[in-house]
Each structure stands twice: as C-alpha cells, then as structure tokens.
C-alpha cells in the first residue's frame, strides 16, 4: 500500500516537474520570438530611414527650395519601405512624416537654411510592436501595466553628399572646347550645348550618345539611360550613333508618356517645363536666368517652374494642340499623348518627382576615355522624328555647389557628388 502511493506521488510529481519545465521552455520561446519580431522591426525601420536620409541628402544642393525637395524625396523614398514584418501600411502604426527629417549644417548644428544644410537626418519611431510573451504574461498574472504588451523601436539615418568613386552619368559625352581644361573645359555656365544625333558627328565642345559600357547596342543606351551605374574615370565609351528607340525612357523624365506611361513607376523629374528657342530667346541660363525679349509671359526659368511642380504644358496637361506641351515648345511629340499632373495637389511631378533633369554627362579624351564630369540641365524631350537636342552647362559635376548628384559608389577625391550615409 505504502509504494503504491510512493509511486502515485511521484508520477504527480513528473508531471509538475514537466509542466514546469514545458512553461520554462515556452518562455525562452517566447522571449526568443518577442526579440526576432522587434529585431525585424528594427531592420526594416532602419533601411527606410537609411532611404529617407540619402534621399533628402541627395537634394541638397544649396538652392532656395532644397529642403523642400529634400523633404519630400527622403518620405517617399522611406515611405516605398515595408515595416512590421513587410507590412506596406506599416501595420498602421504611422509612417515618416517631415517632422521626422531634420537638417544640418558643414558644423553639424540644426538648421532650417536651404544654403547651409549639409546633412539630412531621419528619425522615426515604430510604436506598438506587439509583444506575444509580455502579453501572456499580463493576461496571466492580471498585471498589464507591468507587463505590456507593445514597444516601440526607434531608427536614425544621417546623409550628405560627397565624391563618388563610380557614377550613373547618362550615356552621352562631352568633349571639350579647343585649349579647354578642367573643371569645365572651355564650358561657361548657362551655355547651351547642343547634342548631335548622327554618330561620329559631334565636334570639339558638343557632345553625343556615347554607351558607357564600350558597346554600341542601342539596348545598353536605353539601361544607361534608365539608371545603369559603375561609370569610372578611364573607361572607354562607344558611340552608338542615332538612338530613337530611348525616347520614351528620356521623355519620362520630363513626365511625357505614351498610353501605358505612369509616373508612379516611370518617375519624373519636379517639372517638365521645357525650354527652346520658342520660349526661352535668350538660349543662354535656363535654370535660373530671364528668358529674353520676345518670350511668353508664363516663360519663368528651371528653378521657378520646379518650385511650381509646372508640367511640360506648364499649368496643362495636353502634349498636342492649343497651350500644350508642343505649343510651347515647339516640337513635335508624335507618339506621346500624356503629362504627369502639374502642380501641388496631387500633382504627378510633386508626388512622384525626383532630381531627373540635372544630369552627369563624362568628358571624353580623343581616345574615347572618360576623363571627368560635367554636371547639366536636360533642357528638352526627344522629339519624333530625331532632331538636335540641347543641355544647358551648369558646372563640373564634383563642385560643392553642383546641382547633380549622382547614383554610385562614394569615397573618391573628386567626381560627381554621391549621397552617402554618415550616421
């Protein structure tokens, strides 16, 4: 009787034991899953930030409404992110707003200057995280307000500009003026430079369709023109000759579509205002210069109509006919039959722009040999059939205070100017 009962109490005590040590284990678990979950939050919330930052840094190139831009850029960059476990609305928890992106200055204090800022910083942070073991736990012991069962993770970028090893330049090429030298190579600022579509033809100081990966596939002009980076100095370009089939990945950034174009995915620039001999007499300092006698009243430089978010068609969003893109400028679009939205509500410039028409273009030797970089302003679409197409010089590209700033890898002593994370 005595071990029947002996062994009774020890079975019960098994089981106690194995309760016991089956809740230990669970919550090793649950602290194991509780810390994945918030590490998770933590990378994904730290590479939106990471995007916020480079973005804005990329705008800031000391104009009047670089901060604007920068803003702007940096939450849509850091807003395209999935967070809390890839959730697109970020479990609806709030994503980066402008208060979250804040600027600085060469000595690091605060400011709200578009001249000064330097650096762009991101923060945000990721309230209620749920925390499934803090929770049972709470639900367990009636104790919530120890026990909660949310937290927050908070994530900090900090971004400037600075000299790339390689760059995204756009496939053409620039070759300097006779006796020209660095940095600008016989170039004045606010020049008109001409782009010459038949292959071989353009001469000293005019500049070409150029593959920089050597080749002359008209396949490559189009990727390179789309964004395809690792350009060094040194490299050999190819000369493709004339290109038609990179309208539509030039036009787009000036918001010009064929019907299936979208400016949510084919993303252009902040305006698509153009400028020819038509509206702009001067032909001389589009970007922040007076258009001459004898132009349109709604004529205003790059700068102004940028600020504006002003489509091709300026307030419009016609590309053929009365007060439309073609009007305008000129050209003929053939093919072309949509605008991004112009201005501020729900424009498609201001909602899905980018810095897409100040371009980096390599500076060739005779031997074809990529020796630097200009920084220059896309002045206008391509149109149908091909004809001459002008940039407008605005500087060399590794200036500090170049409007270009490229895609690549940073760390070189000079070139064109990169976004790098610092913080």
Same mark, same amino acid.
């Given at each position: 009787?005595?071990? +029947?009962?002996? $062994?009774?109490?020890?079975?019960?005590?098994?089981?106690?034991?194995?309760?016991?040590?089956?809740?230990?284990?669970?919550?090793?678990?649950?602290?194991?899953?509780?810390?994945? $979950?918030?590490?998770?939050?933590?990378?994904?919330?730290?590479?939106?930030?990471?995007?916020?930052?480079?973005?804005?840094?990329?705008?800031?190139?000391?104009?009047?409404?670089?901060?604007?831009? &920068?803003?702007?850029?940096?939450?849509?960059?850091?807003?395209? /992110?999935?967070?809390?476990?890839?959730?697109?609305?970020?479990?609806?928890?709030?994503?980066?707003?402008?208060?979250?992106?804040?600027?600085?200055?060469?000595? =690091?204090? #605060?400011?709200?200057?578009?001249?000064?800022?330097? *650096?762009?910083?991101?923060? $945000?942070?990721?309230?209620?995280?749920?925390?499934?073991?803090?929770?049972?736990?709470?639900?367990?012991?009636?104790?919530?307000?120890?026990?909660?069962?949310?937290?927050?993770?908070?994530?900090?970028?900090?971004?400037?500009?600075?000299?790339?090893?390689?760059? +995204?330049?756009?496939?053409?090429?620039?070759?300097?003026?006779?006796?020209?030298?660095?940095?600008?190579?016989?170039?004045?600022?606010?020049?008109?430079?001409?782009?010459?579509?038949?292959?071989?033809?353009?001469?000293?100081?005019?500049?070409? %369709?150029?593959?920089?990966?050597?080749?002359?596939?008209?396949?490559?002009?189009?990727?390179?023109?789309?964004?395809?980076?690792?350009?060094?100095?040194?490299?050999?370009?190819?000369?493709?000759?004339?290109?038609?089939? @990179? &309208?539509? @990945? %030039?036009?787009?950034?000036?918001?010009? =579509?064929?019907?299936?174009?979208?400016?949510?995915?084919?993303?252009?620039?902040?305006?698509?205002?153009?400028?020819?001999?038509?509206? %702009?007499?001067?032909?001389? /300092?589009?970007?922040?210069?007076?258009?001459?006698?004898?132009?349109?009243?709604?004529?205003?430089?790059?700068?102004?109509?940028?600020?504006?978010?002003?489509?091709?068609?300026?307030?419009?969003?016609?590309?053929?006919?009365?007060?439309?893109?073609?009007?305008?400028?000129?050209?003929?679009?053939?093919?072309?039959?949509?605008?991004? /939205?112009?201005?501020?509500?729900?424009?498609? $410039?201001?909602?899905?722009?980018?810095?897409?028409?100040? @371009? #980096?273009?390599?500076?060739?030797?005779?031997?074809?040999?990529?020796?630097? *970089?200009?920084?220059?302003?896309?002045?206008?679409?391509?149109?149908?059939?091909?004809?001459?197409?002008?940039?407008?010089?605005?500087?060399?590209?590794?200036?500090?205070?170049?409007? +270009? #700033?490229?895609?690549?890898?940073?760390?070189?002593?000079?070139?064109?100017?990169?976004?790098?994370?610092?913080?």
């Amino acid at each position: 009787m005595f071990t +029947c009962r002996q $062994h009774r109490r020890q079975r019960g005590a098994m089981i106690v034991t194995a309760a016991l040590i089956l809740l230990f284990l669970m919550g090793f678990m649950g602290i194991a899953l509780d810390f994945g $979950h918030l590490f998770v939050v933590k990378a994904e919330l730290q590479t939106a930030v990471d995007s916020c930052a480079l973005s804005a840094a990329r705008e800031l190139d000391g104009q009047g409404t670089a901060i604007t831009r &920068a803003t702007s850029a940096g939450q849509t960059a850091g807003n395209a /992110n999935r967070v809390n476990m890839q959730s697109s609305t970020w479990s609806g928890q709030g994503q980066i707003v402008a208060a979250d992106i804040t600027f600085r200055d060469a000595s =690091y204090a #605060t400011t709200t200057s578009p001249a000064l800022a330097r *650096y762009a910083q991101c923060v $945000h942070t990721q309230a209620n995280i749920n925390i499934w073991l803090m929770k049972a736990m709470g639900a367990f012991s009636g104790d919530t307000a120890g026990n909660p069962a949310t937290r927050s993770v908070t994530a900090r970028a900090v971004a400037t500009r600075a000299s790339a090893q390689t760059a +995204c330049p756009i496939p053409v090429a620039a070759k300097p003026k006779a006796g020209g030298t660095a940095p600008n190579y016989g170039f004045v600022p606010g020049e008109w430079v001409t782009l010459i579509m038949a292959q071989n033809a353009a001469a000293g100081g005019q500049i070409g %369709w150029a593959n920089l990966d050597g080749s002359n596939s008209a396949s490559e002009t189009e990727a390179e023109l789309n964004g395809r980076c690792g350009a060094r100095v040194g490299d050999t370009i190819g000369t493709p000759g004339v290109q038609t089939s @990179v &309208a539509d @990945v %030039w036009n787009q950034r000036f918001g010009i =579509y064929k019907n299936s174009g979208d400016p949510s995915v084919a993303r252009p620039d902040y305006t698509g205002y153009a400028y020819t001999s038509l509206n %702009w007499p001067a032909q001389f /300092n589009a970007y922040n210069g007076t258009p001459g006698a004898g132009a349109p009243a709604s004529a205003q430089n790059f700068v102004t109509k940028r600020a504006s978010f002003a489509s091709c068609a300026d307030t419009g969003t016609k590309v053929k006919g009365a007060n439309s893109c073609e009007s305008i400028t000129g050209l003929s679009l053939n093919s072309f039959q949509k605008l991004a /939205n112009p201005g501020n509500v729900a424009g498609g $410039h201001m909602q899905y722009g980018l810095d897409r028409r100040f @371009v #980096t273009v390599p500076v060739i030797d005779g031997g074809n040999h990529v020796i630097d *970089y200009l920084c220059m302003l896309m002045l206008q679409p391509l149109s149908i059939p091909m004809t001459d197409v002008q940039l407008e010089f605005l500087g060399n590209a590794g200036a500090t205070g170049s409007p +270009c #700033t490229t895609s690549g890898l940073a760390g070189g002593s000079a070139g064109p100017l990169v976004p790098v994370l610092v913080r």
